[in-house]
């Protein structure tokens, strides 16, 4: 049967025709809907949401030595997190076959940096598989189950934001019966204490080996040979943007990326006029092939800054002398309509962000939805390095430079649970001066409302322990812990007052949920009494889109503000901080009016 699903939809479907008995993970884009679709569709596979990457990959080693197929799924980040068993496993060796997928995000369209993962698979010695459409993220899966039991390792699966978001057409085919075969005792394999370590780093060298006669053979380096002068070495999503432009060129794709098929790239170019190397972001195949002696340029054409496409690959093969003229044009971005990414109307991460804002302190920000308080009109956040670091760059920031209003670090309830716990740890072992403000949503947001520990549910959608964050403060030693009505703006801010003037680490946990997930929630709207307003413009300056300028203006012709009522959800932010009390619910103001 054939189907129109995206990369990562596909992936899904890989785990079950590959037999995969446990997939785990933390989301994170562009990797996130691969496990919702298998908890969704493929219940047959245990899936879960795991606090972090790394607890995710060690879950997953647990299944693999299990002797179980296991698929590991995580954005690029996320194996920053997660590489010290990454790197110990590639040592060690699987026991059912598993997949790490590691899903980049060039032009980082969500993230924090652009790296490109393939240099993870290098550096651990471990092969790893590069989709270049729906279809081969699919297969891949099978595939490198495959590899990693042929070679006793584990195999990274390199996607990219296009090839995971992007929709194709899929052949479906049959699930095998997932492997019985149970745990098998091999304490000199499993057991990395240095006397076996330096054994096993030998059978890595081997490995290796092996490996790069398997690159130099396998189907997944093919060349598609139209007999023209010119050749194109590449993979992934850049194979389809090269074609796109130049389908009467000869190429070499790369499917199988570490090691690089370096004779047969060598052959390769031999037979060439002109090749070029076309690839996305670092100049991974370019430096491997330069390193062999082989005389080819890419990056020179190239960029390694952003994602490529149709456009930017024509340019490079223009620049190349390869093509004339560069027929398609792109968007630039002056002209697009602006779309600036702000808080939803009636989140409660809103007016703890006012609070702070107004109390002049400085704000170390975290990885979550409330990223976006640095932006206009908030303006209030100072750091944002990556998941947890929050709290940790609070605390070094008040060691040496101590604000005489205090010092705040703002994190999300999921991204606390995922790193934040060991960085208060931290602030109470070390006595840190410092305030720490748990935003609890009671979601994973900002990737699309997912599970976590302080939810009550699995991934599956069993009822489960919700971690309590007061008790959990209270047990790592804050003697100071307080929770908030965020809604209750002058409430927020008096708390807030008195904690960061505080000595000692304390601790403020809003809890209002998510407007948006699991439902969204609308209360009864709220509206601007046009005679009363007097054009202050506070309303203006929380950032909610539900609140917008309207036609009619002041005598000193300052616009008077208008609330959209199919956007507001009756938070009341706006009403408690309108000065002349110009913003009433709706039905107090039709009593108003009469």
């Known amino acids: 049967m054939k189907n129109f699903l995206s990369g990562n939809e596909a992936v899904a479907r890989g785990a079950l025709e590959a037999g995969i008995r446990l997939a785990a993970a933390y989301p994170g884009t562009p990797s996130t809907e691969i496990l919702e679709n298998i908890a969704d569709k493929f219940p047959s596979i245990y899936s879960q949401w795991s606090p972090n990457e790394k607890v995710a990959f060690e879950v997953g080693i647990g299944a693999s030595l299990g002797g179980a197929r296991t698929l590991v799924t995580m954005k690029h980040v996320g194996l920053n997190v997660a590489a010290d068993p990454f790197m110990t496993f590639a040592y060690t060796g699987v026991g059912g076959g598993f997949v790490i997928v590691s899903a980049d995000d060039p032009e980082m369209h969500s993230s924090q940096n652009e790296q490109d993962n393939r240099f993870y698979a290098k550096f651990a010695q471990i092969p790893f598989l590069e989709p270049s459409d729906s279809q081969e993220s699919k297969d891949f899966v099978k595939l490198a189950c495959e590899i990693s039991e042929q070679f006793d390792t584990p195999v990274m699966l390199r996607m990219t934001t296009r090839i995971s978001h992007s929709k194709g057409i899929v052949q479906e085919g049959e699930p095998i019966e997932p492997s019985a075969a149970g745990f098998k005792r091999d304490m000199n394999k499993y057991v990395m204490i240095l006397s076996n370590a330096r054994k096993r780093h030998a059978v890595v060298a081997e490995r290796l080996e092996k490996l790069q006669k398997y690159s130099e053979e396998t189907e997944l380096n093919f060349v598609e040979d139209n007999g023209s002068d010119i050749g194109i070495i590449t993979g992934g999503i850049a194979y389809q943007y090269a074609k796109d432009n130049l389908p009467e060129a000869d190429y070499l794709k790369i499917g199988f990326g570490f090691p690089l098929p370096i004779n047969k790239i060598r052959k390769f170019v031999d ?324």
């Open 271 to 594: 037979t060439h006029k002109t090749t070029l190397i076309i690839e996305e972001l670092e100049p991974y195949y370019e430096e491997q092939i330069k390193a062999a002696g082989i005389n080819i340029e890419g990056k020179k054409y190239f960029s390694n800054l952003g994602e490529l496409s149709p456009y930017k690959v024509a340019l490079g093969l223009k620049e190349a002398g390869i093509i004339d003229k560069v027929a398609m044009a792109e968007f630039e971005p002056e002209q697009l309509f602006p779309r600036p990414p702000v808080l939803c109307p009636g989140c409660p991460h809103r007016a703890p962000f006012m609070a702070l804002k107004k109390l002049k302190v400085p704000v170390t920000g975290d990885i979550g939805c409330y990223t976006l308080a640095v932006l206009p009109p908030l303006n209030i956040m100072d750091t944002c390095i990556c998941m947890g670091a929050s709290i940790g760059n609070a605390i070094g920031m008040e060691k040496v430079n101590p604000d005489e209003n205090g010092t705040a670090a703002v994190i999300g309830d999921s991204t606390f649970l995922h790193s934040g716990i060991t960085g208060l740890l931290d602030a109470v072992y070390n006595k840190s001066n410092i305030t720490v403000v748990i935003l609890d949503n009671r979601i994973t947001a900002m990737t699309g409302g997912q599970h976590n520990p302080a939810t009550g549910q699995t991934l599956m959608g069993e009822k489960t322990k919700e971690v309590n964050l007061i008790e959990l403060c209270k047990a790592l030693g804050v003697e100071s812990v307080h929770e908030v009505d965020p809604y209750d703006y002058q409430a927020t801010l008096d708390v807030l007052k008195a904690e960061l003037k505080r000595p000692g680490p304390s601790v403020v946990i809003t809890n209002k949920p998510c407007v948006l997930m699991p439902k969204r929630i609308m209360g009864k709207p709220y509206e601007v009494i046009l005679d009363e307003c007097n054009g202050c413009s506070a309303c203006f300056r929380i950032g909610c889109p539900a609140i917008s300028t309207s036609t009619e203006l002041t005598k000193r012709n300052r616009p008077k503000a208008v609330i959209d009522p199919l956007l507001c959800t009756g938070c009341s932010v706006c009403a408690q901080i309108c000065k002349p009390e110009a913003i009433v619910l709706v039905e107090e103001s039709v009593v108003v009016g009469k």
